[in-house]
């Protein structure tokens, strides 16, 4: 079952702006090259017990999943939130526990349309 | 996604804004929210500015002075809450609208962004096509608040320089909101622009508060709109505002005065201006005396008092002997000092005359009283008026024409220097010489010049026959307290025959002036005047003392036990106290109060007959006999006669003279006998001259007789004599 929801990708595509590097790319280029480091910085900071971190970098891959159509990770970082807002450091270390798996499938998802543009960059 | 270690503005191209198009700074930690709003905001016409946190928006802000500010909550470096309260801090941030971006489930962010500033609300995750739109609105609702203040300031600034302010009051909630400069004027800080209504009545000085409170309550009641003025006295005395206050009330839909909307504006420099304008108008400069316009107002209300309330006032037209002499040999400032001075005086001796503003005593209980007043003005070089509003009788003027003269003709002292200057005054009466003001003044004016060809220093009244008059009467008013003070008085006695027995039974004490120089007066002549200026008092009480005195005298010399019948004037009781005169003259003289007789007329009971009921038992209390006298020819009511405790009726010699001539006399005569009669009452005749008339009221049974048919008024001697003429030694009287 796919981790990507079309729709959020088809949104993207209709900012751009005609002239400008290809917004789809950008977007998802970002949230790739960014998104596994922020993962590791969670997991970093459940092994020792920093909720803050957890919290504020949790809050901001919540949102560029969800631009990128990625929903259930988009929920799971959500939760992670909230548990950390919350001070559950328990409950964050239960949700951490397959998040980098989860988080390698949307990438792997994502690749195409990274290829893509690459493809159309070469 | 962490950025904690690159400025993700460094990435974004440098802007140069557009002229015209408004500049919108964009902060989010999410480049990817940045990427994607930046085509919608293009799009719309907004130059997009960027940032990666608060700091970096802090400095984004200093540098584009954006026209709207996109905002995320929770960045790292800074967050948006701790960035917003620093944006409202500066001066172009206090207004500029935020819109902040927050997940839609976090309400405490949203609380939290409001306090410290934020505008509006965009949820994440943010619809990037809205976007564009909602911040078109915020900048339309910005230039809307922006045009609100503009107003508000032009509005601030226009009434600041106007000394204007507005208000309005709801009745219903008694809350009053005002403007700044209403709080400015009224002395309130500049953050208080509202309060109840009575906060706003508080600061009016407190002779007008009230004024104002119940014209408020009127209007409201009215719905009529009112104006009003009063003074606003700041914390400091002589910090003191004229305001205006206009105020109109609003009316529902079933015409009840809901709301009360104003304005109040200050007016102290034109009130001020008004009253120099009015002052140099009005006023001299040198005495501060009312100048001729002045006068002629005074002059003109006066004129129209008199006409309406029938009175006569006087104008006394001044001017200084030998002024120019003064000036000339002194100097000008000299000659001003003088006149300053001569100012003075003048309003000190007007001060001081009390006779002027005094009712007439006779009219003292008859209804309204005046309200004029007198006042000096100076209307020329050396000239001056005086108005004496209100006088009874043309020696009023004369008297204080003659303060006047003599006030102005004490010595002065000018730079050091003794100076003597005297006054000649005309006077003109209304309305005997003039019934315009300028009659008036033309008047005065000619009689200060006979004044002057008569000798300096002295008074004229316009009309000789006035002049001779009021000198003669004000001569005769002083002599008169002189003859009382110097026993000039004297009193007659005619006696009374009993005409049953034909005993002599008591006499009427009659006053006579022996004037060294002018001879005997008529009673006739001084008695008014006594009565008009007062002195009938201390005359009333000397013959009251006098006649008793000599009824006992009589008594302690065996010339007999007579009675005596003493005149008395209604100016005794409204103004001297009668009752304890009648009392101590007979207690001091020993004799028994039977033998003294009060001779009063009718007209003391004329305006009050309950009053007069119970001052003639008063009288008849100290056991005295009363009489009224004249009757017949005043009130004579018949209804009243029986309820007032008197015991003889006195009837008027002018229907005794024509008794034994005309039916018609003889027939009151008849009548009054007959009715004194019936009521218990003794009846004496006075004025019979010959036997005919005698033989009637014999017929009539009239118990007592008086006149020159029997004897003229005798002095006490000569009485005495008529008596041992009459009836041999007394002996024979007084044992018999």
């Not at chain 1, 939760?79 to 499938?105: K, M, S, Y």
């Not at chain 2, 006047?404 to 309305?431: F, L, M, N, Q, R």
């Not at chain 2, 008529?722 to 007084?734: E, H, K, M, S």
């Amino acid at each position: 079952m796919s981790q990507i929801d079309q729709t959020a990708l088809n949104n993207i595509r209709a900012l751009q702006r005609p002239e400008a590097p290809d917004l789809v790319e950008r977007i998802v280029g970002l949230f790739v090259t960014q998104t596994p480091a922020s993962v590791k910085t969670i997991l970093d900071a459940v092994e020792s017990g920093d909720l803050e971190t957890i919290r504020i970098t949790a809050h901001g891959v919540k949102s560029s999943a969800t631009y990128v159509g990625a929903t259930s990770l988009s929920k799971r970082f959500a939760d992670l939130e909230i548990v950390a807002r919350e001070g559950q450091l328990d409950l964050c270390q239960e949700l951490c526990i397959d998040i980098n798996d989860h988080t390698l499938q949307v990438i792997d998802e994502l690749s195409p349309y990274l290829d893509q543009s690459q493809d159309r960059a070469a | 996604m962490t950025s904690k270690s690159t400025s993700l503005t460094d990435q974004f191209p440098e802007v140069s804004p557009e002229r015209g198009k408004p500049v919108v700074l964009h902060v989010d930690d999410d480049l990817a929210s940045l990427l994607m709003a930046e085509g919608p905001l293009a799009d719309a016409g907004f130059v997009v500015v960027q940032a990666s946190d608060g700091l970096e928006a802090i400095a984004q802000f200093k540098k584009h002075s954006p026209d709207l500010v996109i905002m995320d909550a929770v960045m790292p470096n800074m967050d948006g809450f701790a960035a917003i309260a620093h944006i409202r801090k500066t001066a172009l941030g206090t207004h500029v609208p935020i819109l902040m971006t927050t997940g839609l489930d976090d309400l405490e962010s949203i609380t939290r962004a409001y306090d410290e500033g934020a505008t509006d609300f965009l949820t994440k995750p943010i619809n990037f096509f809205i976007m564009p739109y909602r911040v078109q609105y915020m900048l339309r609702s910005k230039e809307t608040a922006d045009e609100l203040r503009s107003s508000q300031a032009r509005l601030d600034n226009a009434q600041r320089i106007a000394r204007l302010g507005h208000w309005e009051w709801d009745v219903a909630t008694d809350h009053t909101n005002w403007s700044r400069e209403v709080a400015r004027m009224f002395g309130f800080d500049k953050h208080t622009l509202g309060g109840p209504w009575e906060s706003l009545l508080a600061k009016i000085d407190v002779d007008m508060r009230q004024e104002v409170r119940i014209s408020a309550e009127v209007a409201v009641e009215s719905g009529k709109r009112f104006t009003l003025e009063f003074d606003v006295t700041g914390k400091r005395a002589n910090d003191t505002c004229s305001m205006r206050l206009e105020a109109e009330p609003k009316l529902d839909n079933n015409g009840l005065c809901t709301h009360m909307l104003g304005t109040v504006q200050d007016i102290t420099q034109s009130a001020t201006a008004q009253k120099e304008i009015h002052d140099l108008a009005y006023y001299d400069l040198v005495t501060g005396l009312p100048n001729r316009a002045q006068m002629r107002e005074s002059l003109t209300q006066t004129l129209k008092l008199s006409e309406r309330m029938n009175t006569q006032f006087a104008l006394l037209f001044l001017d200084l002997d030998h002024f120019k002499q003064v000036n000339d040999t002194l100097g000008h400032d000299a000659g001003d000092d003088l006149l300053q001075q001569v100012s003075n005086r003048l309003s000190s001796v007007l001060r001081d005359s009390d006779v002027l503003s005094r009712p007439k005593d006779t009219d003292a209980d008859s209804g309204e009283q005046q309200s004029s007043k007198d006042s000096v003005a100076r209307i020329g070089g050396d000239e001056f008026v005086v108005l004496l509003g209100n006088i009874n009788r043309a020696e009023d003027a004369a008297r204080v024409a003659e303060r006047i003269a003599h006030s102005i003709s004490e010595p002065y002292t000018i730079s050091d220097i003794e100076v003597a200057v005297t006054t000649t005054i005309g006077i003109s009466v209304y309305p005997n010489d003039g019934r315009d003001a300028e009659t008036l003044m033309k008047h005065a004016d000619v009689a200060m010049y006979h004044a002057k060809e008569n000798g300096r220093n002295g008074y004229q009244f316009y009309s000789r026959s006035i002049h001779d008059q009021a000198l003669k009467r004000f001569s005769i008013e002083r002599e008169l307290k002189i003859a009382i003070e110097q026993e000039q008085l004297k009193l007659l006695y005619q006696p009374k025959m009993d005409l049953n027995t034909g005993d002599i039974v008591g006499v009427e004490a009659l006053i006579r002036w022996s004037h060294p120089e002018r001879g005997s007066i008529s009673p006739a002549e001084f008695i008014p005047m006594a009565e008009e200026t007062g002195l009938i008092v201390p005359m009333g009480k000397w013959v009251l003392d006098e006649s008793a005195r000599q009824v006992q005298g009589w008594i302690d010399r065996g010339v007999g036990r007579y009675s005596v019948a003493v005149n008395c004037s209604p100016v005794q009781f409204t103004r001297g106290n009668m009752i304890s005169d009648i009392d101590n003259a007979v207690k001091n003289s020993g004799i028994d109060p039977s033998l003294m007789e009060i001779e009063l007329t009718e007209n003391l009971f004329l305006h009050n007959i309950e009053n007069g009921i119970q001052l003639l038992s008063c009288i008849k209390g100290l056991g005295v006999q009363i009489a009224v006298d004249d009757f017949g020819t005043g009130f004579s009511s018949l209804s009243y006669l029986k309820r007032l405790p008197v015991d003889k009726l006195k009837i008027d010699q002018t229907f005794v003279q024509e008794l034994h001539k005309d039916k018609g006399d003889a027939a009151i005569v008849s009548a009054i006998v007959t009715l004194g009669h019936n009521l218990g009452l003794s009846v004496v005749a006075e004025g019979v001259e010959n036997a005919e008339q005698l033989e009637i009221l014999r017929q009539y049974k009239c118990n007592e007789v008086q006149g020159f048919h029997f004897s003229h008024p005798l002095t006490s001697a000569e009485f005495e004599q008529w008596l041992i003429d009459r009836n041999g030694p007394y002996v024979q009287t007084a044992t018999g």
